[in-house]
C-alpha cells in the first residue's frame, strides 16, 4: 500500500509575540489571539523553508517532486525545479508547482499518491511551504505563520495512505490578483459560516461514509484552525470526541498555510499508538480530508525545537511593510549574471564542491586541479549536509544588513572542505569561535533591476535549549 515513507518538518527559529501586535495596532481588540506564531527571518522564503523541511527528511533517488504553496517566490520560473537543484536531484526528475489555494498541499498528496500507485513513479518527494503577509494588525497576520512541511510517498513506513476525499468551490475567502502584495479577504463571520465550518465537515463526513469508517475507529482528526472559537466545533458536529481533536498548534505556530495539515500529521504521529487512524483535512477553495494510519511514531517536538522572540518592528522592516534607510551601500546590488548561475548551478544552489580521490582532500568551490596534492582526479562532493565549526567571524556595522550587523565568517567543515558563509539566525555577540553550525538555503539577495531572487547557503548556529 502507498504510504508517507519519510517526513521532514522545517519550523523557522523566531516568534512574533501576538500580544506586541495587539499593544502595537490596539484597535483589532476583536481579533487578539493569545500566543505566538512562527515568522520566516529575512532571508527566508517559501522554497528555502521548503529546502530546509525536505533536508530532514530521506529524499534521496526520488522520481519527482511536487511543491505546494500560496505564496511561490515565482509566478514564471517553476520553484519546485529550484528546490529539485538545491538537493542535488539531477535533471531527471519531474517537477511541478501546486499552488492558488492553502489546500494545494492535499491535492499535491493525492497527485503523488495516484502517480506511485498506479506505478508511474516509486517515489515522490512532496514539500509544503508558506510565508504569507497580512496587512499590518489584520487578523490575516495575527492567525498566520511561517513554516514547511515535505514528505516522501512511497512505501507504508511512517503511516499508510487509505483514502482521500476532495470537495472543490469557487469560494471567495481571500483572493489575490496577480499584482497584488498582500491578501484580501471578505467578512470574517461569512468565511466561518459559508467556507471554513461546512466545507471541512463535507469533506471529513464523505471520507468517513465512503471509507465505511465509524468516528470511534479515528484516534485523532486534524484541520487547520480559523478560528480558535469555532474550531472543535467542527469535528463535535461530526461525532468526534474532544480528545479525538488534534491540537491545532494555533498558539504555538499558528496557521502555516500549506504546511499545516502535514505539520498536524506529524503532531497526531508523534503521540498515537501503531495501527492508529488518522484523518487529516486542509481548508481553501474548498476541502481535501485523507486517511492515514499510523506506522511508527515522529518526533516534531524535537523539530519545533528552540525559539527566539522576534521584535514586531523588525518583522515589518523584514517584510518590507515598514520603509527602512539602506544608505548608498545597500542601494548599490550587482546585476545577476544569468548565464554563470547557470553554467554553476550545482555549485551555487546544491552547493557542490570536489574531493581528490587521490588525497581525499574536500574543497570548495570545486577545483580542477586538488589544492592538497595537485592531482587532477577529483570527483563531486557536496557540503550542504554537512556539519561545521566556527574557524573566525566578523560582526560588520558597515556593510548594509536589514538586520544589523551583517555577520559572516570561515567556517570548517567536518570531513574537511573550508569556505566563508554569511551566518544568520543569530544576533550580535552570540556567536563563538569553534561554535558548531549546520548550512540552511536562504536568499542571498535580491536583484531589483533583473527581478531575480538569488539564492544560496548560509550558516546556522546549532544551538540546543
Not at 470537495?167 to 463571520?189: C, G, P, V
Not at 481548508?283 to 494510519?293: E, I, N
Not at 556567536?431 to 531575480?452: A, N, Y
Not at 538569488?454 to 544551538?463: C, L, Q, R, S
Request: charged content about 25%; some cysteine; glycine content about 8%.
Amino acid at each position: 500500500m502507498v504510504g508517507i515513507e519519510s517526513m521532514g518538518i522545517y519550523v523557522p527559529k523566531y516568534r512574533l509575540d501576538r500580544k506586541e501586535i495587539f499593544e502595537s495596532v490596539g484597535w483589532i481588540s476583536r481579533n487578539f489571539l493569545p500566543g505566538e506564531r512562527t515568522t520566516a527571518n529575512y532571508d527566508e522564503d517559501s522554497i528555502t523553508m521548503a529546502v530546509n523541511a525536505a533536508m530532514r527528511c530521506e529524499h534521496d533517488e526520488v522520481d519527482a517532486v511536487f511543491f505546494a504553496s500560496a505564496t511561490m517566490p515565482y509566478k514564471e520560473r517553476q520553484n519546485a525545479e529550484i528546490i529539485a537543484t538545491a538537493l542535488d536531484l539531477g535533471s531527471d526528475v519531474t517537477t511541478a508547482d501546486f499552488t492558488g489555494s492553502t489546500k494545494a498541499v492535499t491535492t499535491a498528496l493525492i497527485n503523488a499518491v495516484n502517480c506511485v500507485a498506479a506505478g508511474e513513479a516509486k517515489r515522490i518527494l512532496v514539500c509544503a511551504a508558506d510565508c504569507r503577509i497580512g496587512r499590518p494588525g489584520s487578523y490575516l497576520e495575527m492567525v498566520s505563520g511561517d513554516g514547511a512541511a515535505a514528505v516522501v510517498v512511497g512505501k507504508e513506513k511512517l503511516a499508510s495512505i487509505d483514502g482521500y476525499q476532495s470537495i472543490s468551490y469557487d469560494f471567495m475567502d481571500t483572493w489575490k490578483i496577480d499584482k497584488d502584495d498582500l491578501a484580501r479577504s471578505w467578512e470574517d463571520r461569512w468565511i466561518r459560516d459559508e467556507g471554513y465550518k461546512k466545507f471541512i465537515a463535507e469533506a471529513i463526513s464523505k471520507l468517513l461514509e465512503n471509507k465505511n469508517v465509524n468516528t470511534s475507529e479515528i484516534a485523532k482528526v486534524a484541520y487547520p484552525c480559523l478560528y480558535p472559537r469555532d474550531f472543535p466545533r467542527i469535528a463535535l458536529s461530526l461525532g468526534f470526541s474532544q480528545e479525538q481533536i488534534q491540537d491545532p498548534l494555533i498558539t504555538t505556530l499558528g496557521n502555516t498555510g500549506n504546511a499545516h495539515p502535514l505539520i498536524m500529521l506529524a503532531a497526531a504521529l508523534e503521540k498515537v499508538e501503531n495501527g492508529s487512524k488518522i484523518i487529516v483535512a486542509s481548508y481553501g477553495s474548498g476541502s481535501d480530508a485523507v486517511l492515514f494510519t499510523a506506522k511508527e511514531n515522529f518526533p516534531l517536538s524535537e523539530t519545533t525545537g528552540v525559539s527566539k522572540k522576534m521584535p514586531y518592528r523588525k518583522y515589518l522592516a523584514f517584510r518590507e511593510l515598514l520603509p527602512v534607510e539602506k544608505g548608498m551601500r545597500g542601494e548599490e546590488v550587482a546585476p545577476t549574471p544569468v548565464s554563470v548561475l547557470w553554467r554553476n548551478r550545482r555549485e551555487i544552489l546544491a552547493l557542490v564542491g570536489s574531493k581528490c580521490r587521490k588525497c581525499g582532500t574536500p574543497q570548495y568551490p570545486s577545483q580542477r586541479v586538488c589544492v592538497a596534492c595537485q592531482s587532477q582526479d577529483l570527483e563531486p562532493y557536496r557540503f550542504a549536509d554537512k556539519k561545521g565549526k566556527i574557524f573566525s567571524f566578523t560582526e560588520d556595522y558597515l556593510a548594509f544588513s536589514v538586520n544589523p550587523p551583517a555577520i559572516y565568517g570561515i567556517i570548517d567543515f567536518e570531513g574537511g572542505g573550508r569556505y566563508w558563509f554569511d551566518i544568520t539566525d543569530c544576533e550580535q555577540g552570540e556567536l563563538k569561535v569553534g561554535m558548531p553550525v549546520g548550512m540552511s538555503f536562504r536568499r542571498r539577495d535580491f536583484d531589483p533591476r533583473r527581478r531575480v531572487y538569488n539564492y544560496f547557503w548560509k550558516a546556522v548556529p546549532e544551538v540546543r535549549g
